[in-house]
C-alpha cells in the first residue's frame, strides 16, 4: 500500500454533491483505502478568471495499491463522471481532484507532477491537508505538510471551515 494525499475541490453546479461524488467515487474503488477526510472549506477562487465562485476544498488521505498513473487515470475519471471540462486554465470547474502526494515518488513527467508542484503554496491545499496529515513530509521539499503551512501568509477571508460531518459513506455513516 503507498499512501497519497489527494485535494478535491468544486466551485460550479451542487459544490457538495460534486466533492462528495469525488470521495465516494475513491470509496467504491477496489485497492483504494479512505484512511481520512478533511472539513470541507469555503475558499477564495486563486488564479484564473476573475468571474468563477467560490470553491468548496477538502483534502482526503488514502492508501492504495494502484500505481500513480492509474491513481490519477482513476480523478481524471471521475472529474469526468461530474462533467468536468478543461477548458479555460484555473478556469471553473465541478469537481478537481488532485494528487499531491504519492508515497515518496518524485515525479517531473508532465503527465504525471508528482508531489504537486503547487501544493505548497496554497494555503487552500494546505489547511485541508493538515486536518488529515500535518506530519506527512513532503517528497520533494522534506518539511512536513504543517511546516508548509505555518510558512504561508494568511489572507483574511481566503478560507472558512463550513463543516466537519461533510461527508457520508456508502454506509451512510458520517466520517469524521
Known sequence: MTRCLVAVGSNLGDRLANVRAGVAGLIATDGVEIIAVSKLYETAPVGGPDDQGAFYNAAVLLDTTLPAADLLALLH???????????????????????????????????????????????????????????????????????LLDGLPVEPGDLTAIATDWHETSDRQVLR
Open 77 to 147: 475519471h471521475l472529474e469526468a463522471e461530474r462533467e468536468r471540462r478543461r477548458v479555460v486554465h484555473w478556469g471553473p470547474r465541478t469537481l478537481d481532484l488532485d494528487l499531491l502526494v504519492y508515497g515518496d515518488l518524485v515525479s517531473d513527467d508532465p503527465a504525471l507532477q508528482l508531489p504537486h508542484p503547487r501544493q505548497h503554496l496554497r494555503r487552500f491545499v494546505l489547511v485541508p491537508v493538515c486536518d488529515v496529515a500535518p506530519d506527512l513530509v513532503h517528497p520533494r521539499l522534506g518539511a512536513t505538510m504543517g511546516e
